[in-house]
């Protein structure tokens, strides 16, 4: 299983609503990733997971909350999204660095739209 | 600090004829460096990195860190190659991406 899969594939939420992302990976990737993307815009790093712990933050709002249960999902709970927070958000995993190969997969991303 | 510039936003090319999308990098040390496309309405994928050396689909890409550049080239271009071209950098000793801003590629017939 070479896939990474998110759910769900799209998502309307009003700004005082709480829902989850998920991602779920079984490559045995122990790096998994959150990343934001607007229309015709690169993704941009949100979070870093690393063994399960958290590695990397971007400065990103706590509006954003990331979980990682196990080394096979990725959550990205949202609480009080703003409409800017309106994206493609996209998690990737990938071998921890100095474990081959350390490419990066993408899932197919959550459509997010804040109202 | 900006570390991956992909100067075109928009590259249109006629079947047939040679491509080279732009890539140039900041960044001290060894990164490492890899291209990906998204495909329209398609998940983004690798499509090759610089430590393989490899050409997939008729792409190669060729590091030259005198000219910290990793340009896509391929030397005739198809109709289905038409996507978005993403240069990204990973920096030695930790697991970040940096992408570059992308380059819309469109194959006319």
């Known amino acids: 299983d070479t896939e990474v899969t998110q759910t769900p594939k799209h998502l309307v939420m009003g700004m005082t609503n709480k829902k989850s992302l998920k991602c779920e990976q079984h490559?045995?990737?122990?790096?998994m990733y959150w990343y934001k993307q607007k229309a015709k815009k690169p993704p941009e790093l949100m979070f870093v997971?690393?063994?399960?712990?958290?590695?990397i933050n971007e400065s990103v709002p706590s509006r954003f909350s990331p979980e990682c249960p196990n080394s096979s999902l990725l959550n990205l709970h949202l609480h009080a999204l703003q409409p800017e927070d309106s994206a493609l958000y996209l998690c990737?995993?990938?071998?921890?660095?100095?474990?081959?190969?350390?490419?990066?997969?993408f899932g197919p991303g959550t459509r997010l739209t804040v109202l | 600090a900006q570390r991956v510039t992909q100067p075109e936003k928009l590259l249109s090319v006629f079947k047939g004829a040679p491509v080279e999308l732009k890539c140039n990098y900041s960044?001290?040390?060894?990164?490492?460096l890899f291209w990906y496309v998204q495909y329209s309405r398609q998940r983004l994928q690798l499509l090759l990195r610089h430590i393989s050396r490899e050409s997939i689909k008729g792409f190669t890409a060729d590091l030259n860190k005198g000219e910290t550049s990793f340009h896509l080239k391929k030397p005739f271009a198809q109709e289905e190659d038409s996507a978005m071209y993403y240069c990204?950098?990973?920096?030695?000793?930790?697991?970040?991406?940096?992408f570059g801003s992308g380059t819309k590629l469109n194959v006319k017939p």
């Open positions: 960044y001290s040390g060894s990164p490492e």
């Open positions: 490559m045995g990737h122990r790096a």
């Open positions: 990737a995993s990938s071998q921890v660095m100095g474990q081959s190969p350390d490419t990066q997969y």
């Open positions: 997971y690393s063994y399960e712990k958290l590695s």
């Open positions: 990204a950098l990973r920096g030695y000793n930790f697991n970040k991406f940096y």
